[in-house]
């Protein structure tokens, strides 16, 4: 085991906005400056944290990149009498060839800008796509700082050993080259920004444990929290000493400020057990917060059906911004039943939001009289059933507008697969809260919220009801899709693990139904490219990370291929 020279390491576990320099450069010296009184030698910041993750598009400004250097020089001298501290930085490729810029970690010591770090391994899977804009820089690159040498390395670069991964993405190992040979690094120092997914705090400690005991040198890393888009980030920055136990752990889905010595810290206990429903439910609340006010709204606004998805929606927004800035409305329809009614207006009673009540008998009434001659001729059909979804769609704009709230969406990631939702109609919105979400899922989360809150935040009876879009008289979502627990299994099958029609319906389900699940989910990619985003917490959603085709016709076996 190698022995570390006793080094104090702050992470500093931030939310940074995308492009918003002067406000991360902000939340960075805010955070220095704390780290410097609990007694560090060095701060880290996350990955890119001056310009936030991921800017995409924002790369490919030169203003943009030389903005944010000009912004790093006036952190440097704002920092100059604190400690050193990493920052996380597009640096600009000096070189004729290769991509334009490197993913960096920048040192800032004494009042400038010192050495340099750059990320060697570029994702291109799911939400990533860094490969567009950064050149790989393979060398090893060490900080020495108060007799340790620092192997510093960036997000990726310590997700390929290869014993413990049982296919790498890449060819090289950075960690490897940093501790083996010449090199000789001491310890591992990560700026990541790592997304959140149910399951992978526990994948992500057991990684970078077993990374410090196989080379025997301690191992810290520092992630940020909050949501940008899509993405929510759940922070847990942590340290692992060179035995691979955890030493540090930050707090989840919050700030913090985690200091760790490489050589005095004594092991922690590891992590506990997680309960999903309330990772889901955390993920989600601050990813709504985040999305809000990150975008400049300041409430939000949702239809009230009487049904779970609406509900559970509605709940998570007032966690997150409060109920005075929630409004809930009920657009009654001759095919409304009277329980989901009472149903969601013992919701809003309980959540303490403003109500309104808009019917739409009338403009159905309209809508027909207007369409008469046109569908002369015709029988009635799902044309009359999304004609009063569109309805519905137009009034909750018309109040987004007028209001300036954000809409948010609330279908779930069941019907979101199979389409089993109305374009400019219930899919109208700026935000999809549960677009990521299974709907055994959601009945999970909403269970787990009424136990953990002693109360009905959800009403009994939306729990316990049928769902029903109640578009038609006596409609159940089960007279178009197979029960949720059978749908939702064979979708995630599909989806999360690429199995085949064939590997699914071998694993003892349906033939008929499967092909049929597996035709809508190929069916309805070109509403999902239509969708409001949503926020992301399964291995896989339908958002940045999801391309499939719209204009193509893949043998339906093909479809789970990798």
């Not at 100059?80 to 600009?92: C, F, K």
């Not at 059906?305 to 007032?318: C, K, P, Q, W, Y």
């Not at 999809?432 to 269970?447: E, F, G, H, S």
């Given at each position: ?36 009184r ?55 490729n ?17 009042g400038?800008?010192d050495?340099?770090?750059r ?19 393979l ?32 060819h ?45 040198v ?9 949501g ?15 035995a ?9 889905f ?45 409430s ?39 329980g ?39 029988t ?37 697969a ?49 769902p ?30 690429h ?18 699940v ?8 070109f ?36």
């Amino acid at each position: 085991m190698r022995v570390v020279s006793s080094v104090k390491i702050g992470l500093l576990q931030i939310n940074p906005t995308v492009g918003d320099l002067a406000g991360n450069a902000g939340l960075i010296e805010g955070a220095v400056r704390e780290a410097a009184r609990l007694g560090v030698d060095l701060a880290v910041t996350p990955e890119l944290a001056l310009v936030g993750y991921p800017p995409r598009d924002l790369l490919l400004s030169r203003a943009f990149v030389d903005r944010s250097w000009t912004t790093l020089a006036r952190l440097a001298e704002t920092l100059a009498t604190l400690p050193p501290v990493l920052v996380g930085i597009p640096e600009p490729n000096p070189s004729a060839e290769g991509r334009p810029l490197f993913n960096s970690a920048v040192l800032l010591r004494s009042g400038r800008v010192d050495q340099r770090f750059r990320k060697a391994l570029l994702p291109t899977y799911d939400v990533f796509d860094e490969d567009r804009y950064f050149e790989p820089y393979l060398d090893p690159q060490i900080l020495d700082l108060a007799g340790c040498r620092l192997g510093i390395s960036v997000c990726e670069d310590v997700w390929n050993d290869r014993d413990f991964w049982k296919r790498r993405r890449y060819h090289h190992d950075p960690i490897e080259a940093l501790v083996v040979g010449e090199a000789g690094a001491r310890a591992i120092v990560n700026l990541s920004s790592s997304p959140f997914s149910v399951g992978k705090h526990h994948l992500r400690e057991e990684m970078l444990g077993s990374m410090a005991r196989k080379h025997h040198v301690p191992v810290v890393y520092v992630n940020q929290f909050g949501g940008n888009d899509d993405l929510v980030f759940d922070g847990r920055s942590c340290a692992f000493n060179a035995a691979g136990a955890p030493i540090a752990r930050g707090r989840s889905f919050e700030g913090d400020i985690v200091v760790c010595d490489l050589d005095t810290a004594p092991p922690i206990a590891p992590p506990s057990d997680i309960i999903p429903e309330s990772e889901v439910w955390r993920a989600l609340v601050l990813g709504t917060r985040d999305y809000v006010h990150k975008c400049g709204f300041k409430s939000a606004v949702i239809g009230l059906s009487g049904g779970i998805d609406s509900a559970l929606t509605a709940a998570i927004a007032v966690e997150a911004l409060g109920p005075a800035r929630v409004l809930g409305v009920l657009m009654p329809s001759p095919f409304s039943s009277r329980g989901s009614v009472d149903d969601a207006l013992q919701l809003t009673a309980g959540l303490g939001i403003e109500t309104l009540t808009l019917p739409i008998a009338d403009a159905m009434e309209t809508m027909e009289k207007t369409l008469r001659v046109a569908f002369e001729g015709t029988t009635r059909d799902v044309t009359e059933e999304n004609i009063q979804a569109r309805i519905r769609g137009n009034l909750l704009m018309a109040l987004s507008n007028k209001r300036g709230a954000l809409l948010l969406t609330t279908g779930n990631k069941s019907e979101l697969a199979v389409g089993y939702c109305t374009l400019y109609g219930d899919m109208s919105g700026g935000l999809a809260v549960i677009a990521d979400v299974p709907k055994t899922m959601v009945y999970r989360v909403a269970r787990w919220l009424n136990e953990t809150k002693g109360r009905e935040v959800i009403p009994a009876a939306t729990l316990t009801k049928a769902p029903s879009a109640e578009l038609r008289p006596n409609q159940t979502d089960q007279d178009s899709l197979p029960p949720y627990d059978v749908l939702d299994d064979i979708l995630e099958r599909h989806i999360e693990r690429h199995q085949t029609s064939a590997e699914i319906i071998a694993a003892g389900f349906d033939s008929d139904t499967v092909r049929r699940v597996l035709r809508l989910v190929r069916s309805a990619e070109f509403k999902r490219k239509q969708a409001a985003p949503g926020l992301k917490v399964t291995d896989r959603a339908f958002g940045t990370g999801w391309r499939m085709p719209i204009a193509a016709r893949p043998p339906l076996d093909d479809l789970g291929e990798t």
